[in-house]
């Protein structure tokens, strides 16, 4: 069965800095990936997704993630952080009928 | 377009009280699905339906019950609450599986439910 694991629950990044967070994914098959994004209070919005056409996937707001199939990896990576960065973060692999979700990287931005 | 929308936004329920959380899409998708989201666990899926009059069970279908009479609504009905069910409940569509295709699930805003 497809599952993705996130490293690290917490990241902080001062403003300005690099965002760099973390997704390693099982799957027998070639997997569709994903990036999500959740506000506060609020349900989640894709940031961008894998779908094979290309290895580095451009998402909204400025963000960015590679697929690495020697690595299982998906990283999400943005060049500069913003204040309204702050959020919590979901990476996730489409199964059959379902998608498994991480348990998420809540991403804190110090000014 | 008003996407998925999901009522109440909050709910507090005494223990053995019943509920229906309801979930509202006008995207014509065909799928559509129930998560819980406890913190540090990410989402759960609870049920999932491919269609008008088909549901199926997901991860942590225990003590929940879903039905689909149309396309646009998918109600999840908590029979006997248990504290075990205070979480955040997103309902969330999608225009094909995403296992065949790529496209994403878009979620509601979310029902916020506590059982004392």
């Known amino acids: 069965a497809q ?3 996130q490293l690290g629950s917490h990241v902080s990044v001062s403003e300005g800095a690099l965002v760099l967070l973390r997704c390693n994914y099982s799957s027998s098959v070639p997997p569709y990936l994903f990036w999500y994004v959740q506000y506060p209070n609020q349900g989640l919005q894709l940031l961008l997704k894998y779908t094979s ?3 580095l996937v451009k998402g909204i707001n400025g963000f960015e993630a590679e697929f690495k199939k020697s690595e299982t990896s998906f990283h999400l990576t943005k060049p500069s952080a913003h204040m309204s ?3 919590e973060y979901f990476c996730a692999v489409s199964g059959i009928n379902d998608m498994r979700f991480g348990a998420g990287t809540r991403l804190t931005v110090k000014p | 377009n008003a996407g998925v929308t999901q009522t109440p936004k909050f709910r507090i329920l005494k ?7 309801q979930c509202a899409q006008d ?3 065909n799928y559509m699905y129930w998560y819980r989201q406890d913190p540090g666990m990410g989402l759960k899926l609870i049920y999932y339906s491919v269609g008008a009059g088909i549901t199926d069970k997901g991860e942590v279908p225990n003590g929940y019950n879903v039905s689909r009479s149309t396309t646009e ?5 908590l029979e006997l609450a248990a504290p075990s069910q205070t979480s ?13 295709s790529p496209y994403e699930q878009y979620f509601g805003p ?7």
């Open chain 2, 88 to 100: 955040v409940y997103f309902c969330a569509s999608s225009s094909t599986p995403s296992g065949i």
């Open chain 2, 27 to 29: 995207m014509n998708h």
């Open chain 2, 15 to 21: 223990i053995g009280q019943s509920m229906t959380l």
């Open chain 2, 73 to 77: 609504d998918f109600p999840l009905r």
């Open chain 1, 85 to 87: 960065d702050a959020a």
């Open chain 2, 110 to 116: 979310g029902t916020r439910l506590t059982v004392t």
């Open chain 1, 53 to 55: 056409a290309a290895t």
């Open chain 1, 3 to 5: 599952s993705v694991t």
